[in-house]
C-alpha cells in the first residue's frame, strides 16, 4: 500500500485517538511496560500481576475493540490499524481467557524476568537511582501478585510444566544471591551514604521478594503436568501469537527439515575453503573450519571492554556504510549504543529507543559468568541482527512512526514472526550487500541461520509429537524427547554447553517462539520476491508500516 513519508504529519483519525489513549492506559495499567515503551512517569511503581489486575487490562482490551467497530476507517492507514488491533488484542483477549500468559514461567520471557526492566532506567544521578530504589522496594509485592495469579490458575488446572517452575525457581534464587543481580547492581548506585544505604536495603528487599517466589515454584510443582510438550491444539494458538498468521504445522515442519539440510550443505562449501585456506586437511568438516578460525588470533576478543568497543565499532561502521546508500537511516537511529548486561544469563537482545528518543536503542550482550573470549567471526552477523540494519533500523523506525501512524503502532505493536523473521532476513541481506565476504563471518552467519532452521524442526517436532526426520545428523528417528533433542543441538547449535541447555530450556518453555524467527524470514523473502518495487523502496515502505501480524504485513504490501 503507499505509504505517507515519514517526515509527514498525518491528521489524526477517530481510530488513532482510541489507539492513543490505549496506549496511555496500558502505560499506567503496566508500569514496567511504561519504562520499556519510555512512556514518563511510572518508573517508580511496579505491574501488579494479581487475577484482578489481569482482569482490568484484558478489559481494556475488550473496551477498545468495542469502541473501535463504533468508528468508520478514514484511511488506508486506518485499515491496516484495525486489522492489527483486532489480530492482536483477539489473541491477547483469548489467551488470557486460558490464563495462559499468566500462568506461564519460562527462563526468558514471564513476569520472572521482571527485574530486567530495571536495565531500560537511568542510572546517572543520585536523583535516578532514588527512583530505582523505589521499584526494587516495591518488587515483592509485584511478585507476590504474580504468585496469586499462578495458583488461582492452578485451581482451573492451568500450569507450566514441572522442570520451568523448578528452572524458574533456580533462577529466582540466582538473582537473589550474594554474588547475583541485585546486590551486584546496587553497588553501582551513586549518591551520598543514606542514599547508597537505602539502594542496598532495596536491592536486599527485590532479592527478598526472589527468594519467596522461588519458594512457591517449588511448592506449585508437584501440581504442575511433567510432560514437557504442550500439544498440537495448543501449539496451533502459540504459533499464531508469534507469527499473526496461521501456518500449516505439518508443512512447515516438512519445510524447515529441507532448510535445514539446505544450509548445512551451504556450510560445508564455505567450510571447504576455510579448511584449504588454513590447510589442515579438513575438506568439508565444519568442524575443522571452526577450529581454525578459533585458533586465528585475529579473530579473538579477550574481556567483556574489548567486546564492547567491537561491538560498538562494528555498528557504527555499518550504520555509516548503509545510510543512504541502501537503506534511509533517519538522523536519530545513526545512534545505537551497545552495551554488556549483568545477569550473566546468555542472552543478546535489543532494547528500542524511548518514545522522546532520549534513550537511544541499545544491543545488550549478557555475557555468561566466567566467559572471557568472544570470536569474531561467530558474532559478526549478530551486531547486524540487533543492530542495523537488524533490530535498531526496524524498531527505530517504527517509534519514529507515531505522528504518521499513531502510538499504539509505534510503540506497543510488536510481533515476532516480523520483527525477528526481518533480523533475520537482514543478517542474508548484508550478506548479499558484500558485508560477510569473509568466509569466517559468512560461515559465522550460516551458522545462527542453521540454528534458526534447527529451532524450526525441533520446536514443532517436539511439541506436536512428529518423529524425528530421517538422515540429518543427531536425529535418531523415532519420537522426541529431551534427550533426543539434546543430542540434535548438539549436532546443529554452536554454542557452549550452558547456552545449550538454556536454549532447549527456552523452546520447552516457550512453544512457538523460536521457530518464529526462521518463518518470519520465509515470509519476508517472499514479500520481496514478490514486490516489484527496488530493494531501498521496498524496505522503506516495508519498515514504515511498523511490527504487524504477518498476514495484515502480506496484505498491507499487496
Known amino acids: 500500500m503507499p505509504t ?24 499506567r495499567l503496566d508500569p514496567y511496560l511504561a519504562t520499556s515503551l519510555g512512556v514518563p512517569g511510572h518508573d517508580g511503581e511496579v505491574t501488579d500481576y494479581s487475577p484482578a489486575a489481569t482482569a482490568e487490562r484484558t478489559e481494556a482490551a475488550r473496551t477498545l475493540l468495542a469502541r473501535a467497530a463504533e468508528v468508520p476507517d478514514q484511511d488506508a492507514v486506518d485499515t491496516v490499524t484495525r486489522a492489527a488491533l483486532t489480530e492482536r488484542l483477539g489473541l491477547e483477549i483469548e489467551r488470557a481467557e486460558q490464563r495462559l500468559d499468566i500462568s506461564a514461567v519460562n527462563n526468558l520471557a514471564s513476569p520472572l524476568q521482571s527485574r530486567d526492566i530495571l536495565d531500560q532506567m537511568p542510572t546517572d544521578t543520585a536523583e535516578d537511582w532514588q527512583v530505582i530504589a523505589q521499584r526494587m522496594a516495591a518488587m515483592p509485592a509485584s511478585l507476590a501478585s504474580w504468585v496469586e495469579s499462578l495458583h488461582e490458575a492452578a485451581e482451573h488446572g492451568v500450569l507450566s510444566s514441572r522442570r520451568q517452575l523448578l528452572l524458574g525457581a533456580e533462577q529466582a534464587r540466582g538473582f537473589a544471591a550474594q554474588d547475583g543481580f541485585f546486590h551486584s547492581f546496587a553497588q553501582d548506585a551513586v549518591g551520598d551514604d543514606a542514599q547508597r544505604a537505602q539502594v542496598t536495603e532495596a536491592a536486599s528487599a527485590a532479592a527478598r521478594g526472589y527468594l519467596a517466589l522461588a519458594d512457591q515454584l517449588e511448592a506449585l510443582a508437584p501440581r504442575a503436568p511433567e510432560r514437557d510438550a504442550v500439544g498440537r491444539d495448543a501449539y496451533a494458538l502459540a504459533s499464531r501469537t508469534f507469527l499473526g498468521t496461521t501456518i500449516d504445522i505439518d508443512e512447515t515442519y516438512a519445510w524447515g527439515i529441507e532448510e535445514l539440510r539446505a544450509i548445512v550443505a551451504e556450510q560445508e562449501e564455505v567450510a571447504s575453503r576455510i579448511n584449504e585456506s588454513a590447510g589442515n586437511g579438513g575438506g568439508r568438516s565444519v568442524e575443522a573450519a ?39 537511516i533517519p538522523e536519530p537511529l545513526r545512534r545505537l549504543e551497545c552495551r554488556i548486561a549483568a545477569t550473566g544469563s546468555g542472552g543478546i537482545y535489543y532494547t528500542g529507543p ?75 541481506l548484508m550478506e548479499q550487500l558484500g558485508h560477510l565476504s569473509d568466509d569466517g563471518d ?117
Open 4 to 27: 505517507t513519508p515519514p517526515e509527514a504529519v498525518r491528521a489524526s483519525t477517530a481510530l488513532d485517538r482510541l489507539a492513543d489513549e490505549y496506549v496511555d492506559l496500558s502505560a
Open 290 to 328: 571452526k577450529r581454525a578460525l578459533d585458533s586465528d588470533p585475529a579473530r579473538v576478543l579477550h574481556g567483556t571492554d574489548a567486546l564492547q568497543a567491537w561491538m560498538q565499532d562494528l555498528s557504527d561502521r555499518a550504520i555509516d556504510e548503509l545510510a543512504g546508500t541502501h537503506f534511509d
Open 354 to 428: 524511548s518514545e522522546d528518543l532520549s534513550r537511544p536503542g541499545r544491543m545488550w550482550w549478557d555475557v555468561p559468568h566466567g566467559t572471557t573470549e568472544f570470536r569474531t567471526w561467530l558474532e559478526t552477523t549478530t551486531v547486524y541482527h540487533e543492530g542495523v540494519p537488524g533490530h535498531h533500523l526496524q524498531v527505530g523506525i517504527q517509534t519514529m512512526q507515531a505522528a504518521t501512524l499513531n502510538r499504539w503502532r509505534a510503540l506497543m505493536c510488536w510481533v515476532s514472526g516480523h520483527g525477528e523473521g526481518w533480523a533475520l532476513y537482514a543478517e542474508r
Open 442 to 558: 559468512r560461515l559465522g552467519m550460516l551458522d545462527a541461520q542453521r540454528l534458526r532452521a534447527g529451532r524450526v524442526v525441533l520446536d514443532i517436532g517436539l511439541h506436536c509429537g512428529l518423529p524425528m526426520p530421517e538422515g540429518l545428523a543427531g536425529s535418531a528417528g523415532g519420537a522426541w524427547t529431551y534427550e533426543k533433542a539434546w543430542d540434535f543441538m548438539s549436532a546443529h547449535w554452536g554454542v557452549t554447553e550452558a547456552e545449550q541447555r538454556f536454549e532447549l530450556h527456552r523452546y520447552l518453555g516457550w512453544p512457538g517462539q523460536a521457530p518464529s524467527y526462521k518463518i518470519g524470514q520465509r515470509v519476508w523473502e517472499q514479500l520481496r520476491a514478490s514486490s516489484a518495487a527496488p530493494a531501498r523502496d521496498f524496505h522503506r515502505d516495508a519498515l514504515a508500516l511498523g511490527s504487524l501480524p504477518l498476514s495484515v504485513l502480506e496484505e498491507a504490501l499487496r
